[in-house]
């Protein structure tokens, strides 16, 4: 039989071990929501870094190639688009930067669609959106929509 003695020496045991389990439930939980949290930090960083425009390109190297763009989205207007257009014309001769270049291409789209219709334009679309390689954050390059079936 057991004496209250016992008994109480079993509640304590019984207590001892349930707070160990728990310090141990709670340890395990602190560390997995760290790993969580240093996860989403890191994440949340490299984001960051993609949407600020982190330099993908040396700058002398993209300037060139920006210059390019530029010619190639003016070469695809021609002379009809330049003179039927020639508010896209100068958007494209003074675009401050690359990404305003990157969403010209819509525009240019439309003008070439008008004057030698949708199939040409969307050639001449992929071909500039290829000079954009390297020079944009990931987060601004379009994913593979129906034109690119």
Not at 22 to 42: C, P, Q, V, Y
Not at 94 to 110: E, H, K, N, T
Request: aromatic share 6%.
């Amino acid at each position: 039989m057991l004496f209250s003695d016992d008994i109480e020496s079993i509640k304590q045991l019984w207590e001892i071990h349930a707070e160990i389990t728990l310090r141990e439930s709670l340890s395990l939980w602190i560390h997995t929501k760290k790993e969580h949290m240093n996860k989403l930090a890191n994440q949340f960083i490299s984001s960051m870094q993609g949407l600020l425009g982190r330099p993908l390109a040396e700058d002398a190297h993209a300037a060139v190639r920006i210059e390019d763009i530029r010619q190639a989205m003016i070469d695809c207007l021609g002379d009809e688009g330049c003179q039927s257009y020639p508010h896209i014309e100068r958007r494209v001769l003074f675009a401050p930067d690359l990404q305003g270049l990157w969403y010209l291409r819509a525009d240019i789209m439309v003008v070439i669609s008008s004057l030698q219709g949708e199939g040409v334009a969307n050639q001449k679309i992929r071909i500039i959106t290829g000079m954009f390689e390297g020079l944009l954050p990931r987060s601004m390059i379009s994913r593979p929509g129906a034109l690119s079936r």
